[in-house]
Each structure stands twice: as C-alpha cells, then as structure tokens.
C-alpha cells in the first residue's frame, strides 16, 4: 500500500518533464510524524507485508514485517524512555547494518528525540568531535553502538575526550558495565502510549557532512524532512509497491535515509539490507538480489563497477527493474556496460546531506544521459551561477545553488558543473577540487571518465598539484587491474590514451599508482588526502 499519494498535491501521471515540474507539490501537515503516520499505519493496514529484509555474506538473513516493526519499535521506545531519553534529547546510532537500527531508530522518533545516524567506522577523535558539537546544542542523552569490531572502546574514549556523559546502548554483544539492548528488549513493555502531537518543525534528524574537506558541519532536518523523499523513491528510484528496493550504503550515513526507510515506505516498498564490505562481494551481492528478488537497486559507482566483474547473465536478474547511482558520478564506460549486460541503464541523481534530491535522471521524462546529474527537481528553484550571482548560459561552468519551495535563502552547494541545452546539469568538481593550469579551467570528473575508458585502469581520482609555470598541473591517482602493472610504460600509455579521448590540455602530467583510493566514512573519495 501506498501512502504518499495523500502528501501529494498532485501525483500524476505526467505529460512530460514541464508538467511534472509544474504540477508536483508537496502538502506539509502540521504535525506529520513518521513513526505514526506512516510505520505505525502501514502495521495496520498491511501488518504482514515486507517491511525489512536482510542478508549478509556470513549467511545471516531474515525478514520483519509491518506489524512486526510496529511492536519492535514499541517495545524500543518504552525502553529508551526508561532509561531517561526524552523529547528533543540526541541519540547518536552507531549501528551497522544490523535490523536492530530500524526499530531503535523508529523508537528515538516516537520519543520526539533527536537521531544521529553516525559512521560506526569513525575515529574516538571523530565521534568526540560530533559529540562536542551537539552538546553545545542539545542534551546528547545516548550513544547506541554494535559491541564489535572495537566500537564501543572508541565510544568510551570519545566520551572522556568530549565532556559529555551520554548513557552507552550496546546490541550485539556484552561489555561489563554496560547496559545490552537484548536484555532489556525482553523486559520492556510492549505497549506504548503515542506522545502529545509534535510540530513539524521540530527537529528528526541530525547528521554530519562527510568533511572531505574541513571539519564536519552539522545538518539539522525536522519531522517533514521524509516527505522529500517520496521524490526520491517514486520518482527518481522508482521503488515497487509490494516489492523490495535495495539502497547500498550503511546506515550511519544520509543516503540511509535517502535509500532504507522513508521514501521506500511511503511509496509501499519494503527495504532490503545487504552490508556490501570493503572491497564489496559481488558475486555474494548478486546471489541475494537474484534469491530475494529485489525489484530496485541504488548503488555508488564503485559497486556497478564490481558487479560488471562477474558474468552477469549468470545471475537471475529479472525481477530488478530500476537501477539507480549514489554518492559519487557515474563515469560514462561504466554506465554503457552495465547497460549491454543487463539491457538496465544508471539513473543519476544529484543532492547532499542538507537536502533532498536536487537534481535527477528521472526516467518517466526522457531519455537518460549518461555522466548527466540530470535536470532539477521540482521541489527546489536550482540554477548554476557565476562569482557575482548571476545565472549560466548553457555551456559555462558555475556553482549550482539551490531555493526550497518559498525559501528566499539561497543555499550554496560548492559544486561546480555546466548546463547543457536541454536542460541536464553536468558535474564539474567540487568548486576546490576544479584544476587551474595554464588559463584552463580542467574539471576533475572529465579526465577520470576518460582515464577509465583506458582497459587497464580500475578506478582514478584527479587533483592538482603545483607547478612554478602553470600555477597546476593535472594529477591522476590510478589503481589497476590485477593483470597490469605500474611503470613508466603504463604512465606514457595512460597519457596517450587521455589525450585521444579529450582534449590533450586535459592531460595528466603527473600520474600515481595506489592499491586503493582514500575514502571519507560514507566511501566518497578523500581528495584533500591525495592533494
């Protein structure tokens, strides 16, 4: 069943792009809550659809209901509360992807608390940063964390280096002293009394920006931020009703919320949970999407790219329909292989942890382009400028900036890309990522798209680096394939190779090999470390 359709001031069908950008509108409700609106409503009217499903390559799987969910959360909430969590309090969840999160997060929601999806791969430094930062604002009341792989040590550590004394929450395991969800879990009560109503605009969600560059600035979103997100699952990943949608991501990032549980369960999906790893199991990954026939996938570039390392007309695909890209651009090589294997093309989406999504390949309204962000969505007025302010014409680089519906601020993105005719955006860099050499402005996607097509190269990442004559010069940070070698014949072969397929001002002068890219906790790249 489907609920967003009464959030929707007109939902279609569409004539085309015009008509849907002219006609879709969200309502805001005074006092929308999630957890009750939607989890809660879905327990009643389809309590024994597909709520959550999961499976892991150690062979763990299972599956949970709506109805299910509902009392899970229930008893999550009652526990919570026991322990002293209340309205507006924070609660940050450094959970992997574990069905546990789900409940719990549920559970801070039906509190009218404040949750913090938080990397459970992050430094004692990095959490005693975000927990300091939210202190000054708010009562940090609880940290609930996976008892393994060192976790709760960098949990303990970051409370002494940050003042804070939020109670710990483990599941998953036991650590003396230590409270265990389990535990608690069996004692709670299970019923639970719905709060006084809370207003839309207090706060939902609290995450961090990657800080790739920089410190980490924090993003507050209030009990409407999910209604963005029917844009994201019926229109831009265009989820199943009934089915399955699998988003690859952890949960303590924002494509969490982009991809496992708001949109998808507005739009009647059920989410499925699959923890890729670190390099991801493909062909793992393709044994479960075939054997629990999930029916939409969104993934970053890096896991398409594993994929097409498997014979993929080995795997019984047929119930996906809809494939999506996350996180990162999609380089064009990677976009038509997979289409020639599958007969499935990438969707593009563009948007960041402050939004929802801003632009989008949106398949109901033309055709897709390959390395296209797409064109803007229409919940937002989003156009590209240049220094003063002003409007791009077509062709010209500029910074995309951003207006939500009736918002006079303008909000600033840091990206740069180019509008073509039609109206799709092109992405450019990060405005500190663009490479100024010789009186060239030299994008850092276009030279990794060309380096990729290159049958050595596995994955790039271009920078600059300083030069005394062009004030930069191109840098391109290379992993190869297994069956190639690094060497001064490769870096000759690679250059040539660029400078067939762009333009040979584009060349990287300057290549190095690596076994892996640097990556931020939410697996974008880390350019400022390659710098």
């Given at each position: 069943?489907?609920?967003?359709?009464?959030?929707?001031?007109?939902?279609?069908p569409f004539a085309d792009y015009d008509d849907f950008c002219a006609r879709f509108r969200l309502k805001a409700p005074e006092d929308f809550h999630f957890a009750f609106e939607v989890a809660d409503a879905l327990a009643e009217c389809t309590p024994n659809a597909t709520a959550l499903a999961w499976a892991a390559p150690d062979g763990e799987e299972g599956r949970i209901?709506?109805?299910?969910?509902?009392?899970?959360?229930?008893?999550?909430?009652?526990?919570?509360?026991?322990?002293?969590?209340?309205?507006?309090?924070?609660?940050?969840?450094?959970?992997?992807?574990?069905?546990?999160?789900?409940?719990?997060?549920?559970?801070?929601?039906?509190?009218?608390?404040?949750?913090?999806?938080?990397?459970?791969?992050?430094?004692?430094?990095?959490?005693?940063?975000?927990?300091?930062?939210?202190?000054?604002?708010?009562?940090?009341?609880?940290?609930?964390?996976?008892?393994?792989?060192?976790?709760?040590?960098?949990?303990?550590?970051?409370?002494?280096?940050?003042?804070?004394?939020?109670?710990?929450?483990?599941?998953?395991?036991?650590?003396?002293?230590?409270?265990?969800?389990?535990?608690?879990?069996?004692?709670?009560?299970?019923?639970?009394?719905?709060?006084?109503?809370?207003?839309?605009?207090?706060?939902?969600?609290?995450?961090?920006?990657?800080?790739?560059?920089?410190?980490?600035?924090?993003?507050?979103?209030?009990?409407?931020?999910?209604?963005?997100?029917?844009?994201?699952?019926?229109?831009?990943?265009?989820?199943?009703?009934?089915?399955?949608?699998?988003?690859?991501?952890?949960?303590?990032?924002?494509?969490?919320?982009?991809?496992?549980?708001?949109?998808?369960?507005?739009?009647?999906?059920?989410?499925?949970?699959?923890?890729?790893?670190?390099?991801?199991?493909?062909?793992?990954?393709?044994?479960?999407?075939?054997?629990?026939?999930?029916?939409?996938?969104?993934?970053?570039?890096?896991?398409?790219?594993?994929?097409?390392?498997?014979?993929?007309?080995?795997?019984?695909?047929?119930?996906?329909?809809?494939?999506?890209?996350?996180?990162?651009?999609l380089h064009p090589e990677i976009y038509h292989q997979f289409l020639e294997q599958t007969d499935l093309g990438l969707h593009e989406a563009y948007g960041l942890a402050e939004t929802t999504v801003l632009a989008a390949n949106f398949a109901a309204f033309g055709k897709v382009q390959p390395g296209s962000m797409g064109r803007p969505s229409p919940l937002y007025d989003?156009?590209?400028?240049?220094?003063?302010?002003?409007?791009?014409?077509?062709?010209?680089?500029?910074?995309?900036?951003?207006?939500?519906?009736?918002?006079?601020?303008?909000?600033?993105?840091?990206?740069?890309?180019?509008?073509?005719?039609?109206?799709?955006?092109?992405?450019?860099?990060?405005?500190?990522?663009?490479?100024?050499?010789?009186?060239?402005?030299?994008?850092?996607?276009?030279?990794?798209?060309?380096?990729?097509?290159?049958?050595?190269?596995?994955?790039?990442?271009?920078?600059?680096?300083?030069?005394?004559?062009?004030?930069?010069?191109?840098?391109?940070?290379?992993?190869?394939?297994?069956?190639?070698?690094?060497?001064?014949?490769?870096?000759?072969?690679?250059?040539?190779?660029?400078?067939?397929?762009?333009?040979?001002?584009?060349?990287?002068?300057?290549?190095?090999?690596?076994?892996?890219?640097?990556?931020?906790?939410?697996?974008?790249?880390?350019?400022?470390?390659?710098?």
């Amino acid at each position: 069943m489907a609920l967003y359709q009464q959030y929707v001031e007109d939902y279609g069908p569409f004539a085309d792009y015009d008509d849907f950008c002219a006609r879709f509108r969200l309502k805001a409700p005074e006092d929308f809550h999630f957890a009750f609106e939607v989890a809660d409503a879905l327990a009643e009217c389809t309590p024994n659809a597909t709520a959550l499903a999961w499976a892991a390559p150690d062979g763990e799987e299972g599956r949970i209901d709506f109805a299910q969910m509902k009392a899970l959360s229930d008893r999550a909430a009652n526990l919570l509360r026991g322990l002293g969590v209340g309205k507006g309090d924070v609660v940050l969840l450094l959970l992997k992807n574990h069905f546990e999160y789900w409940p719990l997060l549920l559970a801070v929601h039906k509190l009218g608390a404040v949750a913090a999806p938080t990397p459970h791969l992050l430094t004692a430094q990095d959490i005693a940063y975000r927990l300091g930062c939210v202190g000054e604002i708010k009562r940090v009341a609880m940290v609930i964390a996976t008892a393994e792989d060192g976790i709760p040590e960098r949990v303990e550590q970051a409370v002494a280096l940050s003042g804070t004394s939020p109670e710990l929450l483990l599941i998953r395991g036991d650590r003396p002293g230590r409270q265990r969800y389990e535990s608690l879990m069996a004692e709670a009560e299970s019923s639970f009394e719905r709060p006084p109503a809370i207003s839309a605009k207090e706060p939902l969600l609290l995450y961090f920006t990657s800080g790739a560059e920089g410190l980490p600035k924090m993003v507050l979103h209030d009990q409407l931020y999910p209604l963005g997100h029917i844009l994201t699952a019926v229109y831009w990943q265009r989820v199943v009703a009934g089915g399955l949608h699998l988003t690859v991501c952890e949960t303590g990032g924002s494509k969490s919320a982009w991809g496992q549980i708001y949109g998808q369960w507005l739009a009647g999906s059920g989410v499925f949970v699959w923890d890729a790893g670190e390099p991801p199991d493909a062909a793992a990954m393709l044994e479960a999407i075939a054997k629990h026939r999930v029916n939409t996938l969104c993934a970053p570039p890096s896991v398409y790219r594993a994929l097409l390392g498997q014979e993929l007309c080995a795997y019984d695909l047929s119930a996906l329909s809809h494939c999506t890209v996350i996180s990162e651009p999609l380089h064009p090589e990677i976009y038509h292989q997979f289409l020639e294997q599958t007969d499935l093309g990438l969707h593009e989406a563009y948007g960041l942890a402050e939004t929802t999504v801003l632009a989008a390949n949106f398949a109901a309204f033309g055709k897709v382009q390959p390395g296209s962000m797409g064109r803007p969505s229409p919940l937002y007025d989003v156009d590209i400028v240049d220094g003063e302010g002003a409007s791009c014409p077509a062709g010209v680089s500029g910074e995309i900036v951003a207006r939500g519906a009736g918002d006079e601020q303008v909000f600033r993105t840091g990206d740069v890309a180019w509008r073509d005719e039609w109206g799709y955006y092109w992405y450019v860099g990060r405005a500190d990522d663009v490479v100024r050499s010789s009186g060239y402005r030299i994008g850092p996607f276009e030279v990794e798209s060309a380096l990729l097509t290159h049958p050595a190269v596995l994955e790039a990442a271009v920078t600059g680096a300083p030069d005394p004559l062009r004030y930069q010069i191109v840098k391109a940070t290379v992993v190869l394939r297994p069956s190639h070698e690094p060497g001064e014949a490769m870096v000759r072969g690679l250059q040539e190779h660029v400078k067939r397929v762009t333009a040979p001002y584009k060349c990287p002068r300057v290549i190095h090999f690596v076994d892996a890219l640097p990556r931020t906790a939410d697996g974008k790249v880390k350019r400022s470390a390659l710098r």
